[in-house]
C-alpha cells in the first residue's frame, strides 16, 4: 500500500477523495528553449511550378490551368502549339513551399515541399521544372528544381481497384532549392538586442532578467512586459554579439507557468501539469447499470380442458450497482500519488474527466481546465 492514502472497502457504488496537494518543484530550462531572438526568424517562400515525366498520373485535361500553363512554358521555349493538341496527362500543376533559414545566404541549399493542386493522382517518378520562389513581399529569393522523392504510391488496376500507400500527390526534394536573395540583417551591429518568450509569463520574464543580470554581472537587462525582454550589449561585446547570445542561451532558468488541466474527451487523455492544487474536498461518483430484457412465454392449456393456447410478454429487470472502494488520502500527497490512488480504485479517464470537471465547478480545482 502507498503511504500517503487508505483504502476502505465499501459495499456502495461511491467514490470519496480528500485531496490536498503541496507544492513541488520544478527543473530548470535553458533561455535557448524559452525565448526568441527578435528578427532571427524563419520566412516563408512559396510558388507554382510544373511536375513532368509522371506515367500517365498527372492533371486530367479538364484541368485547364495545367493545360495553360504548359502552353506558356512552351511558348518561352520557343515551341508553339494549339491547346486542343496539349496532353497534360504527364504533367502536374503544384504548389512548392520553402522555409528560408534565417541568415541565409546566396547559393545556400533549401528542403522543398511540392504538393499537387490539381486531379493528379500521384507525383511519384516526376521532376520539378524550374519554380521561382517568392516570399510575403513578391520578391523571389529562391528557385527550386529537381526529381522528387515520394514516399507513397497508387496503382489502379482495369477494373477500377486501387490500392494506394501513403500520400502519393505529396513530395519533397531535399537541398532542391539555391537561395538567390539575401535578408539583409546583421546582428553584429546591434547594439541591443530584443527577447521573445515562447510562453508569454511576468514570473519567467523576471527570473530570465535576474539571472542574465547576474551572469554578465550588470543591469543589462529589463522586462518590457510579460514576453519581451530587452538587452543592452555590454561594451566587451559590441561587435561579438553572437558570442554574447550563445552565453545567454546557455543560461538556465526555471520556468513558471499557469496551472492547467487539458482534457481530450475525444479520445480520455488527461494531462496535468506539476502546479496543478486541488483543495480539500469529497467527491462521490458511482455508476448503476439496469438491464430490462422482454422474451414471450408460451402458456399452453391442459388436455382436454378446451383451452387455447396463448402467448404472455415475460419482462426481466436486473439492477446493478458497482463495487467500489471507499478511499481516503491524506493531507500532503503528491499529485502522482493522487493519480496513483484513483487508478488503484479502477477509475477510468472518463470517470477522471466526470471528477475533475465536478472539482472545477465546485472551485476545488485551482488551474484553468480546458476542453479539447
Not at 471507499?326 to 490512488?341: F, K, N, Q, R, T
Amino acid at each position: 500500500m502507498k503511504r500517503g492514502y487508505r483504502i476502505i472497502r465499501s459495499t456502495g457504488a461511491m467514490l470519496l477523495v480528500l485531496l490536498v496537494l503541496l507544492p513541488r518543484t520544478g527543473q530548470a530550462a535553458r533561455v535557448k528553449d524559452l525565448t526568441t531572438i527578435e528578427g532571427v526568424r524563419i520566412n516563408q517562400l512559396v510558388g507554382y511550378g510544373l511536375v513532368v515525366g509522371l506515367n500517365g498520373t498527372g492533371d486530367k485535361s479538364s484541368t485547364k490551368f495545367t493545360t495553360q500553363s504548359v502552353m506558356n512554358m512552351l511558348e518561352r521555349l520557343g515551341v508553339h502549339i494549339e491547346s486542343s493538341k496539349v496532353n497534360v496527362k504527364n504533367v502536374a500543376a503544384v504548389i512548392v513551399t520553402a522555409d528560408l533559414e534565417p541568415f541565409a545566404r546566396a547559393g545556400s541549399r533549401l528542403d522543398v515541399l511540392v504538393s499537387s493542386i490539381g486531379d493528379a493522382s500521384s507525383l511519384n517518378g516526376g521532376t520539378l521544372l524550374m519554380t521561382p520562389l517568392l516570399g510575403a513581399d513578391g520578391q523571389i529569393y529562391a528557385v527550386a528544381q529537381g526529381p522528387l522523392l515520394v514516399g507513397g504510391f497508387q496503382v489502379t488496376g482495369e477494373s477500377g481497384t486501387t490500392a494506394a500507400k501513403n500520400h502519393p500527390t505529396v513530395g519533397r526534394i531535399p537541398q532542391g532549392a539555391t537561395v538567390e536573395k539575401e535578408l539583409e540583417y546583421t546582428i553584429n551591429d546591434l547594439g541591443q538586442i530584443r527577447i521573445t518568450l515562447d510562453k508569454g509569463d511576468f514570473s519567467t520574464a523576471s527570473r530570465i532578467v535576474k539571472a542574465v543580470n547576474k551572469d554578465l554581472d550588470g543591469q543589462y537587462a529589463i522586462a518590457l512586459d510579460h514576453s519581451t525582454i530587452q538587452l543592452h550589449v555590454p561594451p566587451n561585446y559590441l561587435g561579438d554579439v553572437v558570442g554574447l547570445m550563445a552565453k545567454v542561451e546557455g543560461i538556465n532558468v526555471e520556468p513558471d507557468a499557469v496551472a492547467k488541466v487539458i482534457v481530450d474527451e475525444r479520445t480520455g487523455t488527461i494531462v496535468m501539469g506539476s502546479n496543478v492544487r486541488i483543495s480539500t474536498c469529497a467527491v462521490a461518483h458511482g455508476s448503476l447499470s439496469i438491464q430490462v430484457k422482454e422474451s414471450q412465454e408460451v402458456s399452453q392449456p391442459m388436455p382436454f380442458s378446451q383451452g387455447q393456447t396463448v402467448v404472455t410478454p415475460e419482462t426481466d429487470i436486473q439492477v446493478t450497482e458497482q463495487d467500489r472502494r471507499l478511499m481516503l488520502l491524506d493531507p500532503g500527497v503528491s499529485l502522482g500519488e493522487v493519480v496513483d490512488a484513483l487508478n488503484a480504485i479502477g477509475a477510468t479517464p472518463r470517470e477522471l474527466i466526470a471528477i475533475l470537471q465536478s472539482l472545477k465547478a465546485a472551485g476545488a480545482l485551482q488551474a484553468r481546465l480546458e476542453i479539447i
